[in-house]
């Protein structure tokens, strides 16, 4: 069996080819491979969520997935979706609201909030704190995290 | 930390998979939804030299009514069954049960068989197929079988399934109208592993329990069915006296085993406090 695996996949919209050690997980693939370092490690065994990264447009861990198993799946990483500008109104209240304060944990939750408003127009703050549950702020700004989502969504829901 | 290194295959058939898992000469592992052996590999508890990535199987996924059984195949994520109306409908034990497992992000890739394969003591579903006495479907070399939930987990992280053996699927007969269900959890933050847990399904008829299973988890190596304290409430009335003898009955049912954070005392009292809330909520 051959000690590497090709891995062709699309990443925020552009094809990619990569020959990589099986054991490489998604993370490190886009971080070192593809050198998109926007997508943080934190505890490399599933419990920050410093590591989301979309999947065939689900969120996923990206420290729990092999960057193998990408292959002929969609990428999209924290640059894709800055890039695009789906979600700079959710960027916009993380600065209004200061929910970012190191930075280590943003990408992360940026990733699940967007996730979350996809699913749910109108969370309750329990409900957002629910679904954040995964993704850890050693800063521990929570408060102001589960502000600025709030705001996002009732900014996009039309109110202010 | 960063796994060891191992090859990687994906077969596209079951049988191809059998024959990867049947070479004796190599340790491997199935990789499902990886969500419990990622952090295995990238800790180095474990150092297979081969992953078998089953996530081409197609025919391993997928949640189907047939009949008067729901099959769930093992390769089924986590998101499918908590979106599930046909779960929704016929085994709303499960669907109280799911979003208690980790965090959005987790369910989207762990797989239905994989929670089921691994055997993990504080997992919610194991408790809950024993509950519903379900029947995990298994292929091998020798062949298929079936075996009953309670008899397919032996101890921590220890189950029935034999060398190259993979869990496919799993039976649940479908809920009645008669139905009573119960989930429960404590635990320290949404999500995180469980201190202590409880799965109940019942056939009431009125206050009265017809049958009763009653199964705990993160309480010993195994989900563990209080069969003597269902024996108390089984053809009787659901009152003070009958939930009190129940659960006075777990000294005898349970044998906690301790863990970092609780004593075995703590746990009898997280068990019998799971089963006094939720039966007494039947009750009002
Ligand atoms: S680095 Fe992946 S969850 Fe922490
Ligand atoms: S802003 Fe520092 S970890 Fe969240």
Redesign the interface.
């Given at each position: 069996?051959?000690?590497f695996?090709q891995v062709t996949t699309t990443v925020n919209g552009e094809n990619v080819s990569r020959s990589v050690?099986?054991?490489t997980?998604l993370v490190?693939f886009v971080r070192y491979d593809l050198e998109l370092t926007g997508s943080h490690v934190g505890c490399?065994?599933?419990v920050c969520?410093a590591c989301?990264i979309r999947l065939n447009g689900?969120?996923?861990?990206g420290?729990?997935?092999?960057a193998?198993?990408a292959d002929g799946g969609v990428v999209e990483t924290i640059e894709g979706l800055s890039e695009s500008g789906k979600i700079s109104d959710l960027q916009d209240s993380f600065l209004t609201r200061n929910a970012g304060q190191c930075g280590s944990c943003t990408p992360g939750m940026l990733l699940?909030a967007d996730?979350?408003l996809e699913e749910n127009k109108a969370p309750t703050r329990t409900e957002i704190?629910?679904?954040i549950?995964?993704?850890y702020c050693r800063c521990t700004g929570f408060e102001a995290i589960v502000d600025a989502i709030e705001m996002t969504s009732k900014k996009r829901r039309g109110g202010s | 930390m960063k796994p060891s290194n191992f090859d990687y295959v994906k077969p596209k058939t079951l049988e191809e998979t059998l024959t990867l898992l049947g070479d004796g000469g190599r340790d491997s592992v199935v990789l499902a939804g990886g969500q419990s052996l990622m952090p295995t590999l990238n800790m180095r508890l474990s150092a297979p030299d081969l992953l078998v990535d089953i996530n081409g199987l197609d025919e391993l996924s997928g949640v189907k009514l047939e009949g008067n059984q729901i099959r769930i195949g093992a390769l089924t994520r986590h998101v499918e069954v908590e979106n599930s109306s046909v779960i929704a409908e016929n085994c709303p034990l499960i669907a109280l049960a799911m979003p208690h497992i980790a965090h959005p992000a987790i369910r989207n890739r762990g797989t239905f068989g994989g929670s089921i394969a691994l055997a993990d003591p504080a997992a919610e579903l194991p408790a809950c197929i024993c509950a519903l006495g379900a029947k995990i479907e298994i292929v091998g070399p020798g062949g298929d079988r079936k075996i009953v939930a309670k008899d397919f987990f032996k101890d921590l992280y220890e189950t029935d399934l034999k060398d190259g053996e993979i869990v496919t699927a799993v039976e649940i007969p479908v809920t009645s109208s008669k139905t009573k269900i119960a989930f429960d959890e404590l635990s320290r933050r949404h999500g995180d592993y469980a201190m202590a847990g409880l799965a109940v399904n019942a056939i009431m008829e009125g206050k009265k329990i017809e049958n009763i299973s009653i199964c705990f988890f993160a309480i010993s190596a195994t989900p563990v069915l209080a069969e003597g304290a269902a024996g108390i409430l089984n053809n009787g009335i659901l009152d003070d006296d009958s939930l009190g003898k129940a659960i006075q009955q777990l000294e005898s049912d349970l044998d906690p085993l301790p863990d970092l954070y609780a004593s075995r005392a703590l746990k009898m009292h997280y068990a019998k406090e799971l089963l006094k809330r939720n039966l007494e909520s039947w009750m009002s």
């Open positions: 069996m051959s000690k695996v050690e099986p054991r997980n490190d490399e065994h599933g969520g989301t689900e969120i996923v861990r420290c729990l997935v092999l193998a198993q699940t996730s979350l704190r629910e679904y549950s995964g993704n | -």
